[in-house]
């Protein structure tokens, strides 16, 4: 078989980094590719080089044997190369055809023919079976529908080699299932796919190869069928990983974090949490799961004070907090990892450093007097990096923005866990993250819960709930449908619930039993 | 290019294409440009060129006379700014401010080392409670400050006039009476050193202004917290900051520099309050002169020099049978050039790459 798309000894370095050294990468046609490797080990940079967006300091492409110079995207769009980025660019008040027409709209005349578009991407959407819609507005569809509208970008470019820059990130189970099978599609179809993630099970599902890179070299290239999620784990970062979670028994203490009867509207102004009671104890770690979309970020939000309630109770340590100002709720010893880590997480336009100090900013070390201390503030910032193993250019200095995805969100988690709060609500985590800083997190989450802090987590990774809670509570159209022993549940009887068909009622009448007795 | 020196020679390349573009449009106009460049140089030293006169004290007292109100205006502009905010409001706090030193200036009767300060204080405190209104405003309902403070420019012009005519009375409905020497920044030495030009102690609060405003947004935990919610409101309410008092005061702020600048020119400029006809421009040329100085204190000094030195050319120029317009034609393509960086940036970006290639990026 012939390659389609060869990279050669490419070298490339930022300030301060080395971010590929010596790569090569030769990419069968008609095959999906996984290129696997931590945050920050240089996939991306990788595939920007590949997709003209940067210029390799040495080595050379090739395209179907063809030594190319790919010098711009639409260098790479002309020679068939699409890319799917981890954030969309999508104008969200156009429809689904004129996103995908934009910059080269068919014409008749002096008029844009959206007809004749809005016929070509419902043929396309057909024959990928895409199941989208032509004439749906973007801000009116989910997340992995506009996924798939960046897709059919590509394909009505015609492109041949699509570049999916981790695609699962944002998306649910559900939807990451169905991505796969489209993919598996387009191979069929004679695509080529480059696949760049950090999710071995993705790998396994459905790559042919995989390329391994590790701090920016190449560590090996194999056969996903030759090779098992162990071994892969341990190319990628150069030790054993452990996919469990080690953890002793829960010692649960006093309930610190107890919600009572709490109604939440969300955005679209209907009740997104529906009199909801639970309960979070000193020493456990309760994982909230459920499908996207199902109460969730209600009740962060509620919880953290960022939205408002409609009736019902939160006490923190006994005291109610229901209507305080999230400073309040902060210095009662709430703590807090945002799920949207690029609104709420950080300032992008911040330094690292800057990041890390944003809830203390004020206090000592950091400030005497009003004035900001700048040595106490690098220090933290240099310890945090250490500890957390968050890559960045320019260290305590690099600007939030110029950080990869994966490194943002290490920085988040480490400013969260190192104020070491009370009661720690820890929205997905680990989300975009490598198994050795998951690995890495969880344990530093176990550790919180031994010191005796209540944390409540919500996920939508199922593995990541049973592996790290005591107990689960599962949440169904704003209303928990069940608690139970993470010992001794399964992802089938989760997963029964989550969709709503099975409630267990012995865990919500004990939670009753608890509020009434409170 | 680092980001460093990436703040410090775009502007500078932006001022370089205003005066190529205002040197065609002389040219255009079948004049020299040489006679132009003539002009600016005598605005901002007196010297002349064509006729070998040396340095003129005179004329560089007067280009800093322009060049502080605007400063001060710049300085109000971008405090609002780095905080997230578009204020068009410096033009109404100057005039408010400008209202406010005269009061005190005419009513207070005490000797110059408690009557100077006390105008100046009256000035700010003037422009920072009309800065505050819009801020309320926007904190409390949500209302869009550009709005507001276009709006609150023609209350401010019109309570000023009606002030100074229906209250303070004017003989010759212009002016009021002469304020006394005690309140003015008047000061017979500097005027004596630059050859009696209006050139007054002035100069001193604007620079004490300048550095307060590098010092409050780099330096304290207020400035700290004020960028933090200029840069994204949701980050800074997700860590506990009360984002809707940082606006307030943050507009209370930039008020307080145009009240500032209105007092500067009542009691520096003029010795009198003075009844305004129509917006004199302080506030747009505050805009610009922040957009050139990049919403920073050093590059809002250097830029409001430039642009007072700009303003103080124009009669010269005309006296070389140049149209006074070609300076505020070179204004407003700098300020252009300057909001076309991005443009700027990627021409030098593409030309250091074909001099040394990769050097450009910094996404690990």
Redesign the interface.
Known sequence: MSYIVEMLHIT????G?R?NDDITLQIEERSIHALLGEN?AGK??LM?ILFGL??P?SGSIRVRGKEVKISDPNVATSLGIGMVHQHFKLVHNFTVTENIILGMEPRKGPVIDIRAAEQKVEDLSKLYGLAVDPRAKIEDISVSMQQRVEILKMLYRDAEILIFDEPTAVLTPQEIHELMQIMRRLVEEGKTILLITHKLKEIKEVADTCTVLRRGKLVSTVPVADTDEQRMAEMMVGRQVSFHVDKGPAKPGDELLRIEQLNVKNVKGVLGVKNLSLSVRAGEVLGLCGIDGNGQAELVYAI?G?TKVESGKIFLKDKEITNL???E???LGLG?I?EDRQ????????TLG?NFI??N??ERPF?SR???RRKAILENAQRLIREFDV????GAM??AR???GG?QQKAIVAREIDRSPEVFVVVQPTRGLDVGAIEYIHRRIIEERDKNKAILLVSLELDEIMDVSDRIAVIYNGEIVGIVDAASTNENELGLMMSGALRKSGGASRLVHEAARA | MTARKEKIVLPLIAVLLGFVLGSLIVILTGRSPLSMFAAIVKGFSGIDIVNGQPINTRYIGEFIIQAMPIILTGLSFAFASRTGLFSIGAEGQLMIGSISATAVALLVDAPRAVHLPLVLIAGILGGALWGAIPGFLKARYNVHEVVVTIMMNYIALHFNNFVILHIFGSVDRVKTAPFPMSALLKSPFLENITRQSRLNWGFIPVIVAVVLFSFIINKTTFGYSLRAVGYNKDAARYAGMKVSRNIIASMAIAGAFAGLAGAVITVGTFNFGRVIQAAEGYGFDGIAVALVGGNEATGILLAGLLFGGLKAAQPLMQSQGIPREIAGIIQASIVLFVAMKFGIKMVLDKFERRQAPSTEGDRV
Not at chain 1, 343 to 350: A, E, Q
């Open positions: 490339k370095d930022f300030p980094i971010a920050g991306s940079t920007s940067y210029q300091d953290t960022l100002s999230i400073k709720r902060i210095d807090h945002p609104k709420y997480g950080l300032v992008l336009d911040f800057e944003i809830h900013y004020y400030a009003g004035i900001l890559r960045s250019g320019q690099t600007p110029a950080m990869s490194n």
